[in-house]
């Protein structure tokens, strides 16, 4: 058995304000900072071990196809070196009148070297092409495994890591690939600037050192930019991200009604192009920056290019070096400085991409966000209970206390009803339950065994859940409905019990193909208009009948969790959900969270939580007869059933503490509590 005493002292959170910046040694992000850090600055050590990472990911894609781009990529940079040398021997050996089957031979291997040359970069872009998909479809499938990795909730609800998830995203599909290309193109600039340079330094060392020298800024240049944009792209994050959430809610149909009605869509897209002028601004600012030096290393570049040519020209006319010298020296010293501004440009794209990739590789090398033990305690079925060992919880130091020293049971086999005023630690108390979250203080036990000790997975497979913000999903009316236990999904008997005990059934009967059939329009095609399968549309309350579906799906978990599971319902189907509740919940242990008190009158306990705490717990009849803060919300309820019974009106309004008290009372007890 594991007890709570170890777990007594506060534990941090993964939740907002979690995580401190914390870059190692080397640069790269630990996996506490992952949640907050920017681009920290990097060595070559690092720089290395980001390109070595792309580059084993190319390789687990498509290791043929990139041995193949790698070599052609090499080769590719001899062959301007090679169709220079040729171009100069051509000239020189028509100068000296040399017989013509040199000069054959000679034009034959001049037009061979162009004809590949014009050929490789077709092939090497297919190549490219294919590995980039390839290391794309690895690259995206990782990063998702890594976030379903994510044991609770806190990362997505911590706005700097939702940045860097974008960003990780973005650079999943482009950045391994762009840093692989990066490196290729540097090490094909390298062969050609080798070739060239050797051959500048057979007719003049010292322009050979003087164009190498004009080089060495343009690489430093080009290596700062990539970064200032990288860092830009992080900076501007939040911004886009906002521009995203207004430009979704001016396109969704779920906003639709309301941004017509209340004419909100002008005030909507002014939101949506500040934000998108925000971004700009930094962008602009950046690309002036770029221009600028861009600019000036085109000045540098005509300027020794001048230099060298007026030397050849001197030289030639001097008789020192020969026409087909000159023929060289011109594309030698063109070559050069267009394989340097290559490298530097290439250089610069690996750069920036790996910046970019760091993204990615922080969170796929973040691990979980909640602690993991590496043998966790085997979970038995549930046979005693369920305990809330002085639970205390807050989703960060910044935040207040949401739970205060809870110490609840819920005995196997029983249906405990929680209920309470918005914001008192209700849901709450069911994230921790699912693990969601961990307590910051004290122990959830079941049957004696800490939660945290055991596997999550084996811990949520134990539990069947309806969440009052249950999602609607764009499948299959079947597809909803079995995504509830996965193993049921061509199982039509037991989906159609799980409708059936939802009271769903009929309804998907009635659609045209039946369980087959497509509940959205988001993926309505021209061509399949007449394809009665796509398109059909439910209401809010039949969407609610589906998710109950989805749990009654799970019914033979050791325990159920209900959460407003009635609330969009009308009062004929209510009724209809809860005596089919009654029936599953016959010797199954459940949580059953509402604000509707007389669906949870019949509870085996009923939890009353205020301010963080429990206030009362019983029974009914035991809380109303106790009149406290139970019997005050089910009177005050109960007045607003019966408008006409002055006495009870009264009575409620007394109880409440408020004069005039509005009828029905149950406004403040609407919505859900978090």
């Given at each position: 058995m594991s007890g709570a005493g170890a777990r007594d002292r506060p534990r941090e959170q993964g939740g907002p304000g979690a995580g401190a910046s914390r870059p190692d040694r080397d640069g790269t992000l630990s996996p506490e900072g992952v949640d907050r850090a920017p681009l920290p600055a990097a060595g070559v050590a690092t720089w290395v071990r980001r390109l070595a990472i792309a580059l084993s990911l190319a390789a687990a894609a498509a290791p043929g196809t990139l041995a193949l781009y790698v070599s052609l990529t090499l080769v590719?940079?001899?062959?301007?070196?090679?169709?220079?040398?040729?171009?100069?021997?051509?000239?020189?050996?028509?100068?000296?009148?040399?017989?013509?089957?040199?000069?054959?031979?000679?034009?034959?291997?001049?037009?061979?070297?162009?004809?590949?040359?014009?050929?490789?970069?077709?092939?090497?872009?297919?190549?490219?092409?294919?590995?980039?998909?390839a290391v794309g479809v690895i690259a995206q499938d990782r990063l998702f495994a890594a976030v379903e990795g994510f044991v609770g909730l806190g990362r997505f609800e911590n706005p700097h890591f939702l940045d860097r998830l974008r960003l990780a995203q973005q650079a999943s599909m482009v950045s391994p690939a762009q840093a692989v290309d990066g490196a290729l193109g540097v090490g094909g600039a390298l062969v050609t600037l080798v070739g060239f340079l050797g051959s500048l330094l057979l007719l003049s060392p010292a322009l050979t050192l003087l164009v190498l020298a004009a080089g060495v800024p343009t690489l430093i240049a080009e290596i700062a930019m990539s970064r200032r944009r990288a860092g830009m792209l992080w900076t501007i994050g939040s911004a886009e991200r906002r521009e995203i959430f207004y430009s979704q809610l001016l396109t969704s149909v779920q906003a639709a009604k309301e941004v017509r009605l209340f004419g909100i869509g002008p005030f909507l897209r002014g939101r949506m192009l500040a934000e998108r002028s925000t971004a700009n601004r930094s962008k602009r600012a950046v690309d002036r920056r770029e221009t600028v030096v861009q600019t000036g290393l085109g000045l540098l570049a005509a300027l020794v290019s001048g230099v060298g040519l007026f030397w050849a020209v001197i030289s030639a006319h001097s008789g020192r070096i020969s026409v087909g010298d000159v023929a060289m020296f011109v594309a030698a010293i063109t070559g050069t400085q267009g394989a340097l501004v290559a490298m530097a440009g290439d250089a610069a794209r690996a750069n920036q991409a790996l910046l970019m990739f760091d993204h990615y590789v922080a969170v796929t090398t973040a691990g979980p966000d909640l602690p993991v033990r590496a043998a966790p305690t085997p979970l038995p079925p549930l046979r005693h209970g369920i305990e809330f060992r002085d639970v205390w919880f807050r989703y960060s130091d910044d935040h207040s206390w949401v739970l205060r020293g809870v110490n609840l049971r819920v005995p196997k086999g029983a249906a405990v009803a929680l209920v309470g005023l918005n914001g008192e630690g209700k849901s709450t108390l069911i994230k921790l339950l699912c693990r969601f979250y961990d307590p910051t203080r004290g122990a959830i036990l079941w049957d004696g065994v800490d939660i945290r000790d055991v596997d999550v997975a084996e811990l949520r497979r134990r539990i069947g859940a309806v969440f009052q913000d249950y999602m609607s999903y764009d499948m299959t009316a079947g597809e909803n409905i079995a995504l509830g236990d996965l193993t049921a999904l061509d199982d039509r008997d037991r989906l159609a019990a799980a409708a059936r005990a939802a009271g769903i059934h009929d309804k998907i009967m009635e659609l045209p193909s039946t369980f087959d059939t497509l509940l959205t329009r988001m993926f309505f095609m021209e061509s399949e208009k007449e394809?009665?399968?796509?398109?059909?549309?439910?209401?809010?309350?039949?969407?609610?009948?589906?998710?109950?579906?989805?749990?009654?799906?799970?019914?033979?978990?050791?325990?159920?969790?209900?959460?407003?599971?009635?609330?969009?319902?009308?009062?004929?189907?209510?009724?209809?959900?809860?005596?089919s509740l009654k029936r599953h919940q016959a010797d199954q242990t459940s949580l059953l969270v509402s604000h509707r008190l007389g669906a949870v009158r019949d509870a085996d306990r009923i939890v009353v939580l205020s301010d963080g705490q429990i206030a009362e717990q019983g029974r009914h009849d035991e809380l109303t007869a106790a009149g406290g803060i139970y019997a005050r919300l089910f009177a005050l309820q109960a007045s607003g059933y019966h408008p006409g019974t002055e006495e009870a009106r009264t009575a409620a309004e007394q109880a409440h503490g408020v004069a005039g008290a509005q009828a029905p009372g149950a406004a403040s007890l609407s919505a859900g509590t978090r």
């Open positions: 590719a940079g001899a062959f301007p070196v090679v169709a220079t040398w040729l171009t100069k021997n051509v000239i020189d050996h028509l100068i000296a009148g040399s017989p013509l089957g040199t000069l054959a031979g000679l034009a034959v291997g001049l037009a061979v070297a162009g004809t590949i040359t014009a050929a490789l970069p077709q092939v090497t872009h297919y190549l490219r092409a294919e590995a980039d998909r394809d009665a399968r796509n398109g059909h549309m439910l209401s809010g309350g039949q969407w609610q009948r589906l998710a109950l579906a989805r749990a009654f799906l799970r019914d033979r978990r050791d325990l159920m969790i209900l959460d407003e599971p009635s609330a969009g319902l009308d009062a004929e189907a209510e009724h209809e959900i809860h005596v």
